[in-house]
DNA sequence: AGTGGGACCTGTCCGC
DNA sequence: TGCGGACAGGTCCCAC
């Protein structure tokens, strides 16, 4: 599920129970994720109060009054639910947005609300490429986590000169620059190809191409990074996009997939109104790259 | 230094 | 209906 206007949804969803919500206790039941999860894990968390929900990337943070930052990633998989006491249920029945695979629910906060009511926040993740980790708040921006990300594509850091700082003498493609975390953080698989695709950008065009000179390319700059902003804008105004069974925290659905020009549309015809072109996939990294050969050049 | 490819996992879908 | 292979939103690591 997770991009960056996931992830936004998801602290969205997520903030009003967790932030000012204490932590009474936490099941962990697994040794890891990704990676092992930290020492005393929910030693640690485990009595103290969430003060801020925020996110950072496609990382998700909650600063704990005990000073450390609690750091939620989501990997492919993961998702967040809120279970909550449902009026007209059993008293302490907590029976909301029940989980399809149980056996994927590897963390459980239990918590007592701001308004003191209880309340749990589970974590499920079927691939395990998800992680968690405690990180005391000084150190947070000089661990490897996030030292070397580059800038927030909403944040005011974005604009078609950064980009062609950016992207100066790059070989690589645009479609690989574009995914690169130590360039631009946040920018995934399908936000790239829909960014890429409102600016009739080729994926494969040299990310170099777009730093040079002050005419056309550097206007085709600056329209990125406004397609960029406007792709990740609209996304999160939609409630992000809902792949597979992947909803927001509160059970919901996202429905930004039913605006994806490009993205798993191979065959299907182009939307640029005055384009006749028909959607192509191809591999870069490994990856698949959803584009119209005929408009994006 | 910068890049591409494989690895990490499980689930789902499609073709035989 | 069953089985194998391809593929999936991310990112780390290791060869070139």
Redesign the pocket.
């Known amino acids: ?3 960056l206007p ?1 992830v936004e949804t998801v602290k969205r969803g997520l903030a009003p129970t967790f932030e000012g919500a204490k932590i009474s206790s936490v099941d962990q039941n697994r040794p890891d994720l ?1 990676f092992p999860f930290p020492e005393n894990f929910s030693k640690r968390l485990s009595g103290h109060r969430v003060t801020t929900l925020s996110r950072r ?3 998700l943070l909650a600063d704990i009054d005990s000073g450390d930052v609690l750091i939620m ?5 993961g998702s967040f639910r809120i279970e909550n006491d449902v009026l007209g249920e059993t008293p302490g029945e907590f029976s909301h947005a029940r989980s ?2 149980p ?2 629910d590897h963390v459980v906060f239990h918590l007592q609300t701001q308004e003191n009511t209880p309340a749990r926040i589970v974590y499920n993740d ?4 998800g992680f968690m980790d405690l990180i005391a708040r000084p150190k947070l921006s000089d661990h ?2 996030f030292k070397d990300l580059g800038l927030e594509p909403l944040g005011n850091d974005l604009s078609g000169e950064t980009l062609a700082q950016l992207f100066a ?5 645009l479609k ?2 574009l ?3 130590k360039l631009i953080a ?5 936000y790239v190809c829909e960014a890429l695709w409102r600016t009739g950008l080729s994926p494969k065009r040299v ?2 191409s777009l730093a040079t000179g002050t005419g056309k390319p550097k206007q085709k700059a600056n329209e990125l990074a406004a397609h960029i902003r406007s792709t990740l804008e609209d996304a999160i105004k939609a409630g ?7 909803t927001q925290a509160d059970g919901s659905l ?1 429905y930004f ?1 039913h605006s994806f020009a490009v ?2 549309r191979e065959g299907e015809a182009c939307r640029k109104p005055e384009c006749s072109g028909t959607v192509s ?1 191809l ?6 790259t959803f584009y119209c050969p005929r408009c994006q050049t």
Not at 240 to 246: I, N, P, Q, V
């Open positions: 599920m997770p991009e996931e990704r990337s496609k990382y990633h989501l990997g492919m998989s399809k695979n056996k994927h079927p691939r395990r490429f490897a986590y003498g790059r070989k690589s493609p690989a620059a995914l690169n975390q946040g920018l995934g698989n399908i990310a170099g992000g996009s809902s792949l597979k069974d992947h996202g997939q993205y798993d996939r591999v870069q990294s490994n990856r698949s």
